[in-house]
């Protein structure tokens, strides 16, 4: 077995690296930038609470070890994923398929694109000698050691460029499923690019075939928006209840472009989702939205970094955390003002119900401001259920669960109506639905 972090002291084994390097894609400077991703993880090793960013997440004593590469998907892993992957189909959307890390492309729906729309592996791309998208792609901030491991391990991904004023009508969907019955860890990143004057929807779900256990999901997500372009994207994590979530974004806006994206976190004994957003042009906008429901002694982390670089640009940062038994929320945000971004608009508020005494929420809302006219301002609050509510809903004979669950549902219900589609709500909704009548 290949252990790429070793248990007492989260360090990279020496020649872990060396060991699986010819499973990855990609040579000369490709494989140099993987070498020095893996380097600057090297240093530091898995993080832990003496780092301000992970205090409330420390992987050396969470997650302990990197388990090895997983196995290439065979036919029997592919059947187990087509069923999860069918079981939580999504109408009219097109589908892109990573099992255990590598693109599935008999899952996936990447023929007979529309006009202006280009997807291509990952893999196919480095393999390819491609050292553009390798640069952009693969990029890390190694100050970061789990975005660095990511860049440097990645087996495969999606690339997926939208030319210049190309609105899709149909929605992007990137499925990653863990299909392994071993214990083992998967590594991709994919990068979207959309020129001027563009329109995306993109999903993004994390599912757990039938059989899969105790896996680490390693994902990171590069997007570059132009001027006036729009994304609308949903992120939903289902992973199995023992499986590890590590997964970043790095999101770069263009002027008067707008991005809104809703994240929904159900699934995963430990998740972490790290999502940095810069406004690199003036004008425009961002809408994040998260919601974390979670129970037993599930961990899950959302650490939102917002850079607001330029003029006259906004932003709005909503968090909602439902946490029973004795599972942890963690949300983390930082707004940043730079000194040149005068006129900026920012507000960040995040909300947490405690559903049990042994529950708890970790708030952390930040404002780091250089420039003198700006409007922002940060709130966060924790509570548990309105008892006074709760008796009126069971005085006319609901039962507390139902009643429970019908003001959680409200709780919720602000961030799940930023979805702009339809359908994509209903989707959350119905996300939202399966914990709730687990819980009951």
């Known amino acids: 077995m290949n252990v790429v972090a070793k248990t007492e002291t989260g360090r990279a084994l020496g020649d872990a690296f060396a060991v699986v390097r010819d499973r ?119 100050a970061n050691p789990m975005v660095a491991l990511n860049g440097a391990m990645a087996t495969d991904g999606v690339v997926i460029d939208v030319a210049d004023g190309t609105v899709l009508t ?71 209840v023992d499986a590890f979530n590590i997964s970043s974004a790095t999101v770069s806006l263009g002027a008067h472009a707008h991005f809104n994206t809703f994240g929904l976190t159900s699934g995963g004994h430990v998740s972490r989702y790290q999502l940095t957003v810069t406004c690199s042009g003036e004008g425009s906008k961002v809408e994040t939205n998260g919601v974390n429901l979670i129970n037993g002694k599930q961990h899950a982390d959302t650490t939102l970094f917002m850079d607001h670089a330029v003029p006259h640009c906004t932003s709005r940062e909503i968090f909602r955390a439902v946490v029973d038994d004795r599972a942890h929320s963690v949300f983390q945000g930082r707004i940043v003002v730079r000194p040149d971004a005068q006129k900026t608009d920012a507000k960040m508020m995040t909300r947490a119900l405690l559903l049990s005494d042994d529950a708890e929420a970790d708030n952390k809302p930040e404002l780091e401001i250089f420039a003198d006219d700006v409007t922002c301002g940060h709130g966060a609050t924790t509570g548990a259920l309105d008892e006074s509510l709760l008796f009126y809903m069971r005085a006319r004979g609901l039962p507390e669960k139902e009643a429970q669950a019908l003001l959680i549902q409200a709780f919720v219900g602000e961030a799940i109506e930023s979805i702009a589609s339809d359908t994509l709500r209903e989707v959350a909704i119905a996300t939202a639905q399966r914990w709730l009548q687990a819980r009951a």
């Open 24 to 142: 990855l894609p990609g040579e000369g400077k490709i494989a140099d930038q993987r070498r020095q991703a893996f380097e600057a993880y090297e240093r530091s090793g898995l993080p832990h609470r003496r780092i301000e960013d992970w205090k409330y997440t420390d992987l050396r004593a969470l997650m302990r070890e990197v388990l090895p590469l997983a196995a290439s998907p065979d036919d029997a892993a592919l059947s187990r994923a087509r069923a999860v992957v069918q079981a939580r189909a999504i109408e009219g959307v097109r589908r892109l398929v990573l099992v255990d890390g590598a693109f599935a492309s008999d899952l996936s729906d990447w023929q007979d694109l529309e006009k202006g729309l280009s997807i291509n592996p990952l893999r196919l791309a480095l393999e390819a000698g491609d050292e553009i998208v390798a640069t952009q792609a693969l990029a890390s901030d190694i």
């Open 170 to 240: 149909q929605p992007l969907h990137i499925v990653h499923v863990a299909s392994g019955t071993a214990p083992a860890s998967t590594f991709t990143r994919s990068l979207l690019r959309l020129g001027r004057d563009a329109g995306v929807t993109l999903v993004e779900s994390y599912l757990a075939a039938d059989g899969a256990k105790a896996y680490q999901t390693h994902d990171g997500l590069v997007i570059a928006i132009g001027d006036n372009a729009r994304l609308d994207h949903v992120r939903l994590v289902e992973d199995s």
